[in-house]
Structures are given as C-alpha cells and as structure tokens.
C-alpha cells in the first residue's frame, strides 16, 4: 500500500530561519508529488506539485520542494520563514491518470510555529 | 473563479444518526473526491466520484456513501453515525481534462458526533 512519511511533527523556527521538512513516500511506480499547506483556520491549499521533469520545483510563497527519486523523498524548503508561514504542512503523493491511482494519499502533516 | 464550496460548515450529531453534506467542485472541474481528517490526521481518501459514478473507494465502510449529480456536485452520506465518524469531512475537485492530478480542496465540514 501507498504511505507517505513526514517525520518532523512539530517544527519551531524564529522568523528568517531557514526550513526544510521532510517527507518520504512509499510507491513502487510513477509518482507525482504534492505539498499542501492549511493555514490556521483556512482550507488545505496547494502549495507546489512535481510530476515530472526538473526534479526542484518552486511553488507560491518562496516555497521549494526537490524530488529525489532514489530515496523516495520530497523534502520542502524556504530559505528564510516568516511568522505569516505558521501553518501546517502536509506532503501527499498519487500517480499518473493511466494507472487508475487519482487518490492522494497524504503524510500525518508538520505543524510549523514561526515565532516574531 | 468559485472555488470549491461545502455545506454546512460545522454539524452536530447524536450516533445513530445520518447525515449528508454537500460539495460544489470548482468550476470548470467535473471530478469530486472525498476525504475524512480527523484531528492530529492528514486527510484519508474515502471515495472519488466522476461521471455520476464511484471510481474509486479507500477503507471505509459501506456506511459511508455519495453521489454525484449532472452538474458535478457530489453529496457524501454516512449512516448509523459513531462516535469515531467526528472528524473534518473535506471535498476535493480536478478536472479529468486536465489530467485528474491536482486536486482543490473545500473548506470542509465538521462533524461532531455526540
């Protein structure tokens, strides 16, 4: 079965700290990847997406995410966070239309506190 | 542009009730899938409909249901409510045109069951 790993529950950073969080997906075949983040008190937006090509894509937000297809990762980065980046993070992966996977399956989130 | 929509924002139930809550996809979207999050929980897949019709099912039970009408819209229904069902109930839409791929979420229901 599909699984997705986020192993940073909780994540506290001061405001122009740097940010990586971590997610690790397990699937056999052809992935696409996904980061979703829901602010407090709003709905899971979509953050970024990879689903193929240059394995570093950019997303709304100064956010970044690398897939690394040898070690089933997709971890997401910010180089510098702010406190409006408080939010919880969730990685998800599905796979490609042909292969009838349209669900998304989504890791357990990283809560992320940027204090001011 | 509308966005995905949901209804009613917030629910209260006893168990052993039924309830429905209802998805209008975004527009341009004709693929409606439904989670279940509960709190502490990414969201977990409980069905997908497209062409008025289940596509797809996770792991749930048969007392959860949908249907999905013409204009795309999708109703979830779950029967013989339990204690465990309190969670957030959120609506996803994409578009089979597009590639079915990305999904845009609602702002989801609450449900809690007394």
């Known amino acids: 079965a599909q699984s997705v790993s986020q192993h940073n529950h909780h994540v506290i950073l001061s405001e122009a700290a740097s940010l990586e969080l971590g997610c690790n997906y397990s699937?056999?075949?052809?992935?696409?990847l996904f980061w979703y983040v829901q602010y407090p008190g709003q709905h899971l937006q979509l953050l970024l997406k990879?689903?193929?090509?240059?394995?570093l894509v950019k997303g709304i937000k100064g956010f970044e995410a690398e897939f690394i297809k040898s070690k089933f990762s997709f971890n997401l980065r910010k180089p510098s966070v702010q406190w409006s980046d408080t939010a919880e993070y969730f990685c998800a992966v599905n796979a490609p239309r042909n292969t009838g996977f349209q669900k998304l399956v989504f890791g357990t989130g990283t809560r992320l506190l940027v204090s001011p | 542009d509308a966005g995905v929509t949901q209804s009613p924002t917030h629910l209260i139930k006893t168990r052993g009730q039924q309830v429905t809550l209802r998805c209008s996809p975004k527009?341009?979207?004709?693929?409606v899938s439904w989670y279940q999050q509960a709190l502490g929980q990414g969201p977990q897949f409980i069905f997908q409909?497209?062409?008025?019709?289940?596509?797809q099912r996770g792991n749930f039970p048969d007392r959860f249901s949908g249907h999905q009408f013409p204009n795309y819209s999708s109703e979830l229904n779950v029967n013989a409510l339990l204690l465990g069902d309190s969670a957030l109930y959120l609506c996803?839409?994409?578009?089979?045109?597009?590639?079915?791929?990305?999904?845009?979420f609602g702002p989801g229901t609450r449900l809690l069951v007394l």
């Open positions: 996803a839409s994409s578009s089979q045109l597009a590639g079915g791929q990305t999904q845009y």
């Open positions: 699937y056999g075949g052809t992935v696409n």
């Open positions: 527009s341009g979207h004709d693929t």
């Open positions: 990879y689903f193929s090509g240059d394995p």
């Open positions: 409909y497209y062409e008025e019709e289940e596509r």
